[in-house]
Each structure stands twice: as C-alpha cells, then as structure tokens.
Nanobody, 115 residues
C-alpha cells in the first residue's frame, strides 16, 4: 500500500503561481511513475504531467507546456508540480497519482484561478 498526501492548492489570480506537493509513504520502493492529473467540474480527469522514477523522464500535456514543471525528490518520495502563469482554465481539483505494482491516487487538492 502507498499513502499519498497532497498540499499546496488554493486560490490565486490569473498569472500567479502555485506549487503542489505530494508525499508518498508506505511501499514506495517499487514506484515507477509519479504524475499529476486534474479534473474540472463536469469534465473527465486528464493527465497534466508525469515523471519516471528512473531517469526522471517527463511528459506534459500540451495545455501546460512551458508553464508547469514536474519534479521529484527521491529521498523524500515527494513529487512536485510548479505551476506558473496560471490561467482560469487551470482551475480544477489536482490529483497525485503513482504507479508501481499497483496504482494509487491522492485525495485531491483544489486549485482555483480567478480572472
């Protein structure tokens, strides 16, 4: 089992920045992928960014390229999402996701970007 604790969401004005954190605990030795997803009201949950445990290879959704940065601290088993130049359309519940032998989701953290 892996437990995920997210933090860092909140209300920010358009153009502002937020940093999300997701700390993993438990059986973290087998994790291969850490990622952030988001889900806006009435919409499906979509991937925002992913990072591999080996090599730290990253992937970004087109909508966030150049504005968001995913990173990880292996020693702390924590993944971060630095979000800059935020837009109202970035407003959503952001979920941390990890995959190893199984997959696990965080509880979600709300990001609201006001215009």
């Amino acid at each position: 089992q892996v437990q995920l604790v997210e933090s860092g969401g909140g209300l920010v004005q358009a153009g502002g920045s937020l940093r999300l954190s997701c700390a993993a605990s438990g059986s973290t030795f087998s994790l291969s992928i850490m990622a952030w997803y988001r889900q806006a009201p009435g919409k499906q949950r979509d991937v925002v960014a992913t990072i591999t445990s080996v090599g730290s290879f990253t992937y970004y959704a087109d909508s966030v390229k150049g504005r968001f940065t995913i990173s990880r601290d292996s020693a702390k088993n924590t993944v971060y999402l630095q979000m800059n130049s935020l837009k109202p359309e970035d407003s959503a519940v952001y979920y941390c996701y990890v995959r190893g032998k199984d997959e696990f989701w965080g509880q979600g953290t709300l990001v609201t970007v006001s215009s």
